[in-house]
């Protein structure tokens, strides 16, 4: 089996050079990756999710501040986080249900009123003695055995129970992690069907010879018109090409490929084409907790002009998508600027950048960003595996994926640092 720790200074190494781009990748490999480091750490027997917990949590933040940008990294980091305590809630819950910790009914009698009586008390105390130490209901549950009045008939009696404590200890360890284990494949799972679960509901969306506008080059896009298109549904495409990384070249070849009627125009001609246009569809590199969206360059003008002509703006975004940070906080990179290079040729315009101004500054600068920030309120409506949701409501539905103890990823320094 490999090095966990090789694995992780790889992909972090791959982040760092860009050689991983893009969201779904990225969402893909990192869960992988957090996969094996579950898999491979040793759980201590108190507090195995809060072991868990800040072994992700120590994994997680190297990968974010190798490429922050790509905020589908830190998605699934969260994901993770969340799945541990929602497996350990759960296998909490069912020990509580084993022990019979349920209110005490009218109809009972006295006897079974007594005996609840005293093992709600060992339960509190067992919740005093925790405060001193890192809390966990687990361990709570741990402390019963002992805190509860049960006689003991012979030595052999008692290292048969410690016995079994053990065993039982060791058998919830291996629970937990084969919990969060199937829990994260799952997760990848639900990546690598997103574009498909996207793509059903596109016959609901897309109707008999509208005309779509988009921008740039989306898989999820791609799968959702080819999916109208095999519903027998008849529309045309319009193509915005995405400059200056024109990946809006490739995505009009694949429609056009697949047999859907397209027309590739330039990013200045969108103003001036989109009073033809019945919907405009695109992708998303990014959905912030307040609905706004992070998208390729030239996005936030589209929506402009679709807000101008009042033509709906649908958003396709997997769920690994939804990020459960707002575009202020200071963990969010909302952009990154390229490579001078996609614009134009240095060799033609190398003596407009020579440094001949006397001040040591070039007398021409090139601003290349990468990504645009539209807000929610120039969306009309966000359309994920799990459905159509409006803007207002992304909060929401990212609140179900996430837990708040996870939005800062960087670990709480130990007493004393």
Do not use: W
């Amino acid at each position: 089996m490999p090095d966990v720790q090789a694995l992780v200074n790889d992909f972090i190494s791959k982040l760092k050079k860009r050689k991983i781009e893009g969201s779904h990748a990225t969402a893909r490999l990192a869960a992988e990756l957090l996969r094996s480091v579950i898999s491979q750490q040793r759980v201590p027997y108190t507090n195995q999710a809060g072991s868990l917990i800040d072994a992700v949590k120590a994994v997680g933040e190297q990968l974010v501040a190798a490429n922050p940008v790509e905020l589908a990294v830190g998605n699934i980091v969260r994901r993770v986080l969340h799945i541990i305590r929602e497996e350990d809630l759960s296998l909490t819950t069912a020990s509580m249900a084993g022990l019979n910790l349920s209110p005490v009914s009218d109809d009972e009698d006295d006897n079974q009123k007594d005996d609840h009586s005293v093992l709600s008390a060992a339960v509190v105390a067992a919740a005093a003695r925790s405060a001193l130490r890192p809390p966990s209901l687990q361990t709570l549950l741990e402390d019963l055995p002992n805190s509860s009045a049960i006689p003991r008939t012979s030595s052999s009696g008692g290292d048969s129970e410690g016995k079994s404590k053990s065993a039982d200890k060791s058998s919830r360890t291996r629970k937990l992690k084969h919990d969060v284990i199937e829990a994260v494949n799952e997760l990848i799972q639900d990546i690598d069907t997103c574009h498909e679960q996207i793509a059903e509901q596109a016959v609901e969306h897309i109707h008999q010879n509208e005309v779509i506008l988009t921008l740039g080059s989306s898989k999820t896009v791609l799968e959702f018109l080819c999916a109208a298109k095999e519903k027998k549904r008849s529309f045309r495409v319009f193509v915005a090409e995405g400059a200056p990384r024109y990946q809006g070249h490739l995505l009009a070849k694949e429609l056009a490929t697949r047999g859907l009627q397209t027309t590739l125009i330039t990013d200045s001609a969108i103003f001036a084409m989109i009073s033809r246009v019945n919907m405009v569809i695109v992708g998303a590199h990014a959905v912030m907790a307040n609905g706004g969206v992070i998208a390729p360059v030239g996005m936030n003008m589209l929506a402009l002009a679709a807000q101008r002509h009042a033509v709906p703006f649908v958003v396709l975004a997997g769920s690994h998508k939804l990020c459960p940070l707002y575009p202020h906080n200071p963990e969010v990179l909302l952009n990154e600027l390229r490579s001078p290079s996609e614009l134009l040729d240095f060799g033609e315009f190398s003596d407009c950048m020579d440094f001949g101004s006397g001040n040591g500054s070039p007398l021409l600068h090139v601003v290349n960003p990468t990504f645009d920030y539209v807000p929610p309120k120039l969306v009309s409506l966000f359309i994920t595996d799990t459905g159509g949701h409006n803007p207002s409501y992304m909060y929401r539905l990212i609140a179900d994926y996430y837990s708040a103890d996870d939005l800062v990823l960087q670990r709480k320094p130990a007493p004393g640092n």
